[in-house]
């Protein structure tokens, strides 16, 4: 079965860390550009970062350029996402998300993880 | 980089059909065809229900179509069903600095 599974998240304060990770399962992970998308409470979905199948090429929303790092390990079929400079507006529900072809970079996102909250707060 | 233009709520009753519309830009819905549709009950993840404007993933029922028409992308459901009720997001690949970009979502309520 296709599967992702995200972990990581948690409390933390203004100016903090984290990362985040997402297990994946059931298919060939490294042909598949992997994604994070991040939901604030009572909001829509917002996309954050996305890394090619190779991991050579990444992509970051304007709001966390420059503080978040997406990163992968094919060898062990895990996706993570590195979370510094944490701010109050950061807090939501992140969900990895696999794109639907291997063929193009960002078509749609067929599977997604269960989502893990990172809350920043003082 | 500005979210694609969805109504906050539709409503229709069960038999009915209803559309909901994703206005975009020239440089993302008007340009490519990489829109899809996901649904999302409360408390769970995104579902993909519709994919490169008009297709369905496997399992995913023929009450729901995708259309384009310009700037505009639209969702169609038919036959309402009470599980139907659900928030709606569509998104596009955009040729803006991020590549994705979400609508802000609609919610479906099944009356």
């Known amino acids: 079965e296709v599967q992702l599974l995200d972990s990581g998240g948690g409390l933390v304060q203004p100016g903090g860390s984290l990362r985040l990770s997402c297990a994946a399962t059931g298919f060939t992970f490294s042909s598949y550009t992997m994604n994070w998308v991040r939901q604030a409470p009572g909001k829509g979905l917002e996309w954050v970062s996305g890394?090619?199948?190779?991991?050579?090429?990444?992509y970051y929303a304007d709001s966390v350029k420059g503080r978040f790092t997406i990163s992968r390990d094919n060898s062990k079929n895990t996706l993570y996402l590195q979370m510094n400079g944490l701010r109050v507006e950061d807090t939501a529900v992140y969900y990895c998300?696999?794109?639907?072809?291997?063929?193009?970079?960002?078509?749609?996102?067929?599977?997604w993880g269960q989502g893990t909250m990172v809350s920043v707060s003082s | 980089q500005s979210a694609l233009t969805q109504p906050a709520s539709v409503s229709g009753s069960p038999g009915q059909s209803i559309t909901i519309s994703c206005t975009g830009t020239?440089?993302?819905?008007?340009?490519?065809?990489?829109v899809s549709w996901s649904q999302q009950h409360p408390g769970k993840a995104p579902k993909l229900m519709i994919y490169?404007?008009?297709n369905r993933p496997s399992g995913v029922s023929n009450r729901f179509s995708g259309s384009k028409s310009g700037n505009t992308a639209s969702l169609t459901i038919s036959g309402l069903q009470a599980e139907d009720e659900a928030d709606y997001y569509c998104?596009?690949?955009?040729?803006?600095?991020?590549?994705?970009?979400f609508g802000g979502g609609t919610k479906l309520t099944v009356l």
């Open positions: 998300a696999k794109v639907f072809s291997p063929l193009h970079t960002f078509d749609a996102f067929d599977i």
């Open positions: 020239s440089n993302d819905v008007g340009r490519y065809n990489y």
């Open positions: 998104s596009s690949y955009t040729s803006s600095s991020a590549p994705v970009v």
């Open positions: 890394i090619s199948g190779s991991g050579g090429s990444t």
């Open positions: 490169e404007v008009s």
